[in-house]
């Protein structure tokens, strides 16, 4: 018998040869064939641009005709240890982001609960998310309005029930009592609030939908109360829906600057300038490019790592059966 | 087909024109310069072409807009003009530059926040200006026929020669205030302060304290505060200081020709005696004033004065317009008088300077993008002379109240009669009754030219000793954050004056490499 292959056995049938594409082929899935195109354009949109983000973060950018960006290798991430304006921002986004979170979950939640199931729920629905339609910028606007002190509703509710102790709300720079944010910065976290409660109610009456009835009937049986019901059967439950609330919450809060550039523009005195503010500034009102990159880098740091906290903090513990 | 010669005549007539159209229109992108014989031709010259002008949202901009067909008309060509707030402007204007696209032609140039860090990326217009095949507009370009050093303040930088924008309109800050109040309360003004309760030329910042404390504890159910003042972050902010600032000893932030900037303007004089003392007395008066001082810029500082929460505001001329309205305005009817910003109080001064009203203003220019095309940067200069010719810019003051920078405009003698009331020409509007109560304070006319009541003041403000015009500098946007920042923490009580205004010497001194 003649032989065909080295690897060919004598009174075997041949192996083929396959070529290196053939190989590739068949070691990946089909699906990820049909999802590679996305995968491209995805790759282009955003792998491309974080690198070049991190290479503007190491260079000092030039604006100037015929100069070029210079190499500062860590120099712009070290200069802002000292930079009061971003050790500023890093705070008041995380009294930001904590005050906005908190509020919103625990209120969507709560609102959640209250219509669903009810009469009229649909509509409860369509109302109450009427605010999350409105552009961000529409809503600083409307807020900028509400809180006026010439003609502004809320500022004159606010002082009319002796709330508000200052003349302002929008110029009110002193922390509140001694080492809270501002009144302005509370103004800000009522507008956000306003807006993002509506998207918490949202996802999670959708989660509602999902609770077993089951668990609940037979809670009920058991002579569960309400409290009961909610922290032992519902709660459980929505574990990974608020997850998913809490993440995509976060990181819009995180980044939104619309709100704070039409109400404040960061001030007074700072004290509305969050990180993402902070940013903005420095890179399209000075065009610091690389330092802009530096906080951009950083500021995308933060939200990775707040991220995975989120995560592990909702995650469910799985119970390791004994023996 | 039997063809007649009539028509066999028009066929080849038609056909010829469709051979020669087809020379000479040629892409939007490479335009041929077609031969002229009159000025009626050279502004025809780059018929077809499209500009597009990125400018801030101003009354000027809104007026030319309203009327673009006339330059359509003059010219064939056509123009996008993209009202923009001041911020957004120069956000995008840099991003175009930086990436040299020339994506807007045309872009208007706010001789600080705007001029100052990307004059480098304006065409010199010098070039065009002595280019014998531009029409030639009435008056010219040169130094002489703008008002008092506006080239210089919006064209030129940094001791460079090269001219970067031509003047388009301004906004010249002078001080409005509700004379019918004044004159109402000034019995009262008398028995506590000893003195008339008056705004004049010689009226002093601490006059103006003396008002602000007035209408603040005596609380008045037509006016609650005496003063408005424009502390927001940013431009605003700067401005509004630096008319305090420079209205005590004439204080400057650095030693160098604030006609022209510099680009390395060395160590600021910021913590100085005079700075810590004007910053103290800033303060003061802001804590008389109304309650939104440091959130308002010139719109909510107007607001709070067209709304009749304040006996007086600091504003630009532009806001005449809204002031006159008596639809939108209790200060319209004859209410309000314009005059001089407040002088310094000499008391207030421990640097040896004069005590000047203080004058400063936003010279905005229109400039040309060196990175467009070339031919579409000569379309554009048609723009530019249009946009800051005679003709547009008295249309404009006529129209919507706009703000010349020509001086003819200026000296011409119907518009010097619009500087007083009582000479302006007016026009009729829709009856408004100003006060319910009062039957007889019914409005049905308002000046034509509303913001030439402010031209009186404006044209004493622009000359020297009261005029300060910088400071033009490449980082003028960071700075104008560091300065504004620091004085609200003082403003606000975290800082002393002394602490604020020495952080502001420190980060400002950093910015510039000053060791």
């Given amino acids: ?323 | 087909m039997f063809l007649n010669r009539r028509d066999f005549l028009k066929g080849l007539g038609l056909g010829g024109l469709a051979l020669v159209g087809g020379n000479i229109v040629q892409s939007k992108l490479n335009l041929t310069q077609l031969a002229y014989a009159s000025e009626d031709d050279k502004w025809k010259q780059f018929k077809g072409s499209k500009l597009v002008f990125m400018s801030e949202d101003t009354p000027p901009t809104s007026a030319i807009k309203a009327k673009i067909q006339s330059f359509k008309d003059l010219t064939g060509m056509d123009i996008e003009i993209i009202q923009e707030h001041l911020d957004i402007v120069s956000e995008k204007v840099g991003i175009d530059v930086r990436a040299k696209k020339g994506a807007y032609p045309l872009f208007y140039s706010q001789d600080k926040p705007v001029g100052a860090p990307f004059y480098k990326h304006a065409e010199d217009l010098r070039k065009y200006a002595s280019d014998p095949t531009f029409p030639k507009p009435t008056d010219g370009v040169g130094d002489d026929v703008w008002c008092y050093r506006f080239l210089d303040v919006t064209g030129r930088f940094f001791g460079d020669p090269k001219i970067a924008a031509y003047p388009y309109d301004n906004a010249i800050c002078v001080m409005m205030y509700r004379k019918d109040l004044f004159e109402k309360y000034t019995k009262q003004f008398e028995s506590e302060y000893g003195k008339p309760l008056r705004y004049t030329p010689d009226t002093t910042w601490k006059d103006v304290l003396d008002i602000c404390k007035f209408f603040k504890k005596a609380n008045f159910p037509d006016v609650k505060y005496g003063l408005a003042l424009q502390g927001r972050e940013g431009w605003g902010g700067q401005l509004d200081f630096q008319r305090f600032s420079y209205a005590h000893g004439q204080w400057l932030e650095w030693d160098f020709d604030d006609w022209f900037g510099s680009e390395k303007p060395g160590p600021c004089r910021w913590g100085d005696e005079q700075s810590i003392l004007s910053l103290e007395k800033y303060k003061e008066v802001m804590s008389y004033c109304h309650p939104d001082t440091l959130t308002n810029d010139w719109s909510g500082a107007n607001t709070a004065y067209i709304t009749g929460l304040c006996a007086m505001v600091p504003n630009y001329g532009e806001f005449a317009g809204v002031v006159e309205d008596p639809k939108q305005s209790v200060a319209a009817g004859g209410r309000t008088a314009y005059e001089l910003d407040p002088k310094g109080e000499p008391t207030w001064i421990v640097n040896g300077g004069k005590a000047v009203n203080a004058t400063n203003y936003g010279i905005g220019g229109i400039a040309i993008n060196r990175y467009s095309k070339p031919e579409l940067k000569k379309a554009a200069y048609l723009f530019v002379l249009w946009a800051t010719s005679y003709e547009t810019m008295m249309m404009v003051l006529k129209d919507v109240g706009g703000t010349p920078d020509r001086k003819r405009i200026w000296e011409d003698p119907e518009v010097r009669k619009a500087f007083v009331r009582e000479t302006a020409p007016m026009k009729d509007i829709e009856p408004v009754q100003m006060d319910k109560n009062d039957p007889k304070s019914i409005v049905t006319k308002i000046p034509l030219m509303t913001s030439a009541l402010t031209f009186g003041p404006s044209e004493k403000g622009i000359l020297p000793p009261n005029v300060v015009a910088g400071p033009k500098i490449p980082k003028f946007n960071e700075y104008i954050q560091i300065q504004t920042s620091e004085i609200h923490k003082c403003v606000a009580g975290i800082k002393t004056a002394k602490q604020a205004c020495l952080a502001i010497k420190e980060k400002t001194d950093k910015l510039h490499g000053v060791k």
């Fill in chain 1, 1 to 323: 018998m003649e032989k065909i292959a080295d690897s060919a056995v004598v009174g075997e049938w041949p192996i083929e040869q396959k070529t290196l594409f053939q190989r590739i082929q068949g070691a990946l899935p089909f699906h990820f064939w049909l999802m590679l195109p996305t995968i491209i354009v995805l790759a282009a949109i955003t792998i491309y641009p974080f690198f070049w983000m991190i290479w503007l973060s190491l260079h000092q950018t030039a604006m100037d005709p015929g100069e070029k960006d210079v190499w500062v290798g860590l120099g712009n991430y070290i200069s802002l240890l000292d930079d009061e304006s971003f050790l500023n921002g890093v705070k008041l986004l995380l009294w930001y982001f904590v005050i906005c979170l908190s509020i919103e979950m625990v209120l969507g939640t709560a609102v959640a609960l209250l219509i669903n199931g009810r009469k009229g729920e649909n509509l409860f629905i369509i109302l109450i998310l009427m605010p999350m339609m409105v552009a961000p910028i529409v809503v600083g606007y409307l807020y900028s309005y509400l809180y006026n002190v010439s003609f502004g509703w809320y500022f004159w509710f606010l002082k009319s029930v002796g709330f508000l102790r200052t003349d302002t709300i929008l110029a009110s720079a002193q922390p509140v009592l001694g080492f809270l944010p501002s009144i302005a910065f509370f103004g800000v976290v009522v507008a956000d609030v306003w807006e993002w409660t509506p998207l918490i109610v949202l996802i999670v009456i959708a989660g509602l939908k999902g609770v077993p009835q089951d668990q609940m009937e037979a809670a009920r049986v058991d002579g569960a109360g309400s409290f009961r019901l909610f922290r032992d059967v519902t709660l459980p439950n929505l574990r990974s829906v608020l997850l998913i609330a809490g993440i995509l919450r976060f990181m819009d809060n995180v980044r939104y600057i619309d709100t704070i550039y039409v109400l404040t523009k960061g001030g007074p005195a700072d004290s509305t300038k969050i990180l993402p503010f902070y940013l903005y500034n420095i890179s399209f009102r000075y065009f610091e490019f690389g330092r802009g990159a530096a906080v951009g880098f950083l500021l995308l740091l933060f939200i990775i790592i707040l991220a995975m906290f989120f995560v592990n903090v909702f995650k469910k513990k799985e119970v390791v059966p004994v023996g």
